[in-house]
């Protein structure tokens, strides 16, 4: 009886991944997926410790399952100390679509075709670079939302 259970539980969690949707407050994985009344404190609460306790919400993230969004690039320090490092040289080259710093960005961010990566930057600019005293954090926010 027990397997019964288990096994139904198991089919209806995975038939809701198609209908999952992504709660702005504890986010997407199977806490979200399973505990669909987001109402109250409670609710929320265990949402998060579902997320928690089965591990399955970073698996998602990067995956792009559980009712998760695949980001298209992981941030990291390295790219973030880089970008930081190199502001200057990073705005001239993306302007002319290729460049050292550029080719090294793109290793940094685990990029597949640095061609597309180059030009899908250089087109987009002035949607990176949005002004003169732009942060290194707002670059690395509009490269992750440019258009690739």
Do not use: P, W
Request: hydrophobic share 45%.
């Amino acid at each position: 009886m027990k397997k019964i259970l288990v096994s139904m539980f198991a089919v209806a969690a995975l038939a809701t991944i198609g209908m999952a949707n992504v709660n702005s407050q504890t986010g997407c994985g199977l806490g979200a997926m399973i505990i669909k009344d987001d109402s109250s404190a409670v609710m929320l609460a265990l949402q998060a410790t579902t997320n928690g306790t089965s591990a399955n919400q970073t698996f998602g993230i990067t995956s792009g399952t559980s009712g998760c969004k695949k980001a298209k690039f992981v941030m990291n320090d390295r790219a973030e100390e880089f970008v930081a490092s190199n502001m200057d040289i990073l705005a001239k080259e993306i302007s002319v679509g290729h460049g050292e710093s550029l080719d090294t960005l793109a290793e940094l961010l685990n990029v597949e075709d640095k061609a597309i990566f180059c030009a899908a930057l250089q087109a987009n600019y002035n949607s990176i670079y949005t002004g003169t005293n732009v942060e290194m954090a707002d670059v690395l926010n509009n490269i992750a939302t440019t258009q690739i």
